[in-house]
């Protein structure tokens, strides 16, 4: 029999990683008093705006605006800058489909690029070629909470006069050169998707320091009123986006426990990235020395198969996985979506556009397809485990490389 747990073999992992989501009595007391309150809606209530407050003062930035989720994040975002049909935004080909619905949305055409084949996040060299008298905006994903490089792609929005958007789904509480991610661009954009970094199940924030931008995008999340004016008047389009008072008031809690739980993971992953080194064949996403604190949505690595038998990354997760060892699905290359193949994204597009050969759907991608189809991502709650977890992990994994042939 072999040593490995998917053959029959004993597992080695046995001590439980951390739960998630986590929490005590103090989401519990919030609850109650949103339910004892009577005030469960966040319009006259007062626990979301005191979340959205919060959350942008932590993250270093003037304005908060908590929404449903992180796709109505980016939708809008893009509603409030006034992306529409003909245009275009510049996104990453490796992200979640949420990134480039949310532009075809405002009916506008996300025109994917290559993501660096270290960090995989967006190429700030591609983006600049990719430019076109059409384009409005460029979305920078903080891959896995690794900051993409902020440095090259602000320089290229503010010479090219293009909004820059964070999509920070990934990355709450991540640092570049010191300050916190989502203040960079003109927004920042966050999710509470139960997997992420703070939950209530479902919620999303937009952040900026960008006041016009704020009184936009505030009216869009808000059917369309300004703030101060009467409830009943509607300036601009806009729909119903409002997060609840039950939500804001867990995420309230969340937030108090964002910053200790960053540094521990960020802590831990750096040491799997010493312990990892020596297994051959295993390759840590890179660390930007300029990225100061990485939020660590995930651990990601890419798996060379000549050093583990040339079995497939499938293959290895679930060899992974019966050790114990848990993991995160990796995001396909957006161009290679039935959305995009089977042309149905058109249908949001408008005039020649719309009937236009859209050539970056043609091209390789080659850093994207590496990082889609070869990456392995150990999900955040393991992260907030002790050493000897992170220890565990790494022996795992050794082990897996030891009897790689039997999985052959």
Not at 8 to 13: P, V
Not at 327 to 355: I, M
Request: glycine share 8%; net charge negative; aromatic share 8%.
């Amino acid at each position: 029999m072999s040593a490995l747990a998917l053959l029959g073999g004993s597992t080695s992992k046995s001590k439980p990683f951390p739960l998630w989501p986590q929490f005590d009595e103090k989401e519990q007391n919030a609850l109650n008093e949103v339910l004892e309150s009577r005030v469960w809606w966040s319009t006259p209530g007062t626990r979301t705006l005191a979340f959205e407050q919060s959350f942008a003062k932590f993250h270093g930035a003037s304005h908060g605006i908590a929404v449903t989720n992180g796709t109505a994040a980016i939708e809008v975002t893009m509603a409030a800058l006034g992306i529409n049909a003909g245009d275009e935004v510049i996104l990453p080909n490796f992200t979640f489909v949420a990134t480039a619905s949310a532009v075809l949305f405002a009916n506008a055409l996300p025109v994917l690029v290559d993501v660096d084949p270290e960090t995989y996040c967006i190429d700030p060299d591609l983006v600049d070629v990719a430019i076109t008298p059409r384009t409005k905006a460029i979305i920078a994903v903080h891959m896995g909470g690794h900051p993409a490089d902020l440095d090259r792609l602000q320089q290229i929005a503010n010479a090219r006069g293009l909004a820059l958007i964070e999509d920070s789904a990934h990355a709450h509480a991540s640092e570049w050169r010191g300050r916190r991610v989502g203040t960079f661009g003109v927004a920042g954009t966050f999710s509470f998707q139960s997997s992420k970094l703070m939950t209530a199940g479902e919620g999303g924030m937009i952040i900026s320091s960008d006041d016009n931008f704020e009184r936009q995008a505030r009216a869009v999340h808000d059917c369309g009123r300004m703030p101060g004016e009467w409830f009943y008047s509607h300036f601009i389009y806009g729909s119903n986006y409002r997060l609840s008072e039950w939500q804001g008031a867990i995420l309230h809690v969340q937030l108090g426990r964002l910053d200790e739980q960053t540094q521990l993971r960020h802590k831990n992953s750096r040491l799997l990235d010493r312990l990892l080194r020596e297994i051959a064949g295993l390759t840590p996403q890179k660390l930007d020395q300029r990225c100061t604190r990485n939020g660590q949505y995930a651990y990601i690595f890419h798996m060379d198969n000549k050093h583990f038998a040339g079995i497939s990354t499938e293959r290895f997760i679930a060899a992974m996985n019966a050790e114990g060892i848990p993991n995160q699905a990796s995001y396909p290359p957006l161009h290679e979506l039935h959305v995009f193949r089977n042309g149905d994204y058109r249908k949001r597009l408008s005039g020649k556009q719309a009937e236009a050969d859209h050539a970056f759907l043609r091209q390789k991608f080659p850093a994207t397809q590496k990082a889609a189809w070869e990456t392995v991502w150990i999900p955040q709650p393991a992260l907030l485990g002790d050493e000897e977890d992170m220890h565990e992990i790494v022996a795992a994994l050794s082990k897996i490389q030891k009897h790689a042939k039997d999985l052959v």
